[in-house]
Every structure is written in structure tokens, then in C-alpha cells.
């Protein structure tokens, strides 16, 4: 069984423009949730969605990220403008049901602003 | 508002020696407990998890935390480093009945040949 991907592994870009990163849960897992670690800090929750619907987007910094999951199956978040502050490593994660399922992860992605 | 505190950013131990990563939380109500450990390039995997079962937590490769209330600690232990080991390592807690996870800082594990 496929774990959880993310797409992309790396991506460095300006200050200003706009990056998508993309989150594949595992197949069947309804729960999706993104997290990030800015630098030296602690992995902080951003959102939560239960197929399409978004559950709690209560750790979303501002609304400069929008987290979309058309379909209930892949999510996106997207930066734009992107700034230096959001630099860092954003993980996605996912579960088959609600607590206490177990969160399960993906590798991240490193996002770098210039 | 829930907090997890990690003492040490950094521990290093010798092969073969005991593992003590230590981790507090706040919480009026205790929580769920989970330990992650985070290899190079790959993503967060669960070690071991407290959800108001026994207090003393066997988890893959070895580790075990103990619950205790009293100290609101979670404390991660290996009796004998390996230098597979090397990685870093996420405390974590979950109110019940919650989603989302609140972690700690981390705390990266060397291993000393």
C-alpha cells in the first residue's frame, strides 16, 4: 500500500510568486490534514479536511494559503504571494476516521522563499 | 491552549548506551500521547502511542514511554542506543476528541560509534 506523497520534494521561488504544493493521502483515507515546521520551530497544524469539506482550517496563518481537496482525493495549498516567513518544510498527513485514528504522514516538502 | 515542551533540542548518546528523550504538556484533561520519529528525507512515523490504556507504552524498534499524570510527562526511553536511531523525534499530544496534533520542538538524536 502507497503511502502518502508530496509533490514537490523541493521547491525554492521568489518572494512574491506563487507556489502549489500537492498532498496524495493514502487510498481510502478520508481524513487530510496539512501541518508545517517554519525553522527551528515546532510542526504546527494548518488544516483539516473530511473528504472535500474543510473540518478546521483554524492553524491557517493568513489568506495569503488556500488549501483546496476537490473530490475529497488530492490536496493542494497554495501560496500566493508567497513571502519569506513562509519558509519551511510542509507535511501532509492523513487517517482512515477521526481520533483516535493514527496520522499518517508524508515526507514534506521543502519550501524555500527567496 | 495545549503545549508540549521537549528538554533538549540535541541529545547524543553513545551506541549501546540508554536513550531519555524527555517530553511535558500541559493539559487539564490528559490528552492522547504520541511519540514520531522523523529519519532523513522521509516523513513523520509513529513510534508509540498513550490513549488512556496501560501507562507504560511499547513502541516499534525498542522504545517505550511511560505516562505519568502526576509529572505530566511522557518520557521516550531505549535501553541500548543503536546508530539506527540517529534521527529526530517529535512529542505530541492530542485532545481528545480533537484532530489536530500539537508537537513539540523536536529533538534530534546522535548516536556515538
Known amino acids: 500500500e502507497a503511502g502518502v506523497t508530496q509533490f514537490p520534494s523541493h521547491s525554492v521561488i521568489e518572494k512574491g510568486q506563487t507556489v502549489t504544493l500537492r498532498c496524495d493521502p493514502i487510498?481510502?483515507?478520508?481524513?487530510l490534514y496539512w501541518y508545517r515546521r517554519v525553522m527551528g520551530k515546532e510542526i504546527k497544524f494548518l488544516l483539516h479536511f473530511v473528504k472535500e469539506s474543510k473540518q478546521d482550517e483554524s492553524g491557517m496563518p493568513n489568506n495569503r494559503f488556500l488549501a483546496e481537496r476537490t473530490g475529497g482525493t488530492y490536496s493542494t495549498l497554495k501560496v500566493q504571494p508567497a513571502e519569506l516567513e513562509d519558509s519551511g518544510v510542509y507535511f501532509c498527513?492523513?487517517?482512515?476516521?477521526?481520533?483516535?485514528?493514527?496520522?499518517?504522514f508524508g515526507p514534506g516538502t521543502r519550501l524555500t522563499v527567496t | 491552549a495545549q503545549s508540549v515542551t521537549q528538554l533538549g533540542s540535541h541529545v547524543s548518546v553513545s551506541e549501546g548506551a540508554l536513550v531519555l528523550l524527555r517530553c511535558n504538556y500541559s493539559?487539564?484533561?490528559?490528552?492522547?500521547l504520541f511519540w514520531y520519529v522523523q529519519y532523513p528525507n522521509q516523513g513523520l512515523q509513529l513510534l508509540l502511542k498513550y490513549t488512556s490504556a496501560a501507562t507504560l507504552v511499547k513502541g516499534i524498534n525498542g522504545f517505550e514511554a511511560e505516562f505519568k499524570k502526576s509529572e505530566t510527562s511522557f518520557h521516550l526511553t531505549k535501553p541500548s542506543a543503536h546508530m539506527s536511531d540517529a534521527a529526530e523525534y517529535f512529542c505530541?499530544?492530542?485532545?481528545?476528541?480533537?484532530?489536530?496534533?500539537?508537537f513539540g520542538q523536536g529533538t534530534r538524536l546522535t548516536i556515538n560509534p
Open positions: 498527513a492523513s487517517s482512515l476516521g477521526q481520533s483516535p485514528y493514527e496520522q499518517y
Open positions: 505530541a499530544v492530542r485532545r481528545q476528541g480533537a484532530q489536530k496534533l500539537v
Open positions: 487510498s481510502g483515507h478520508d481524513n
Open positions: 493539559s487539564s484533561v490528559p490528552p492522547y
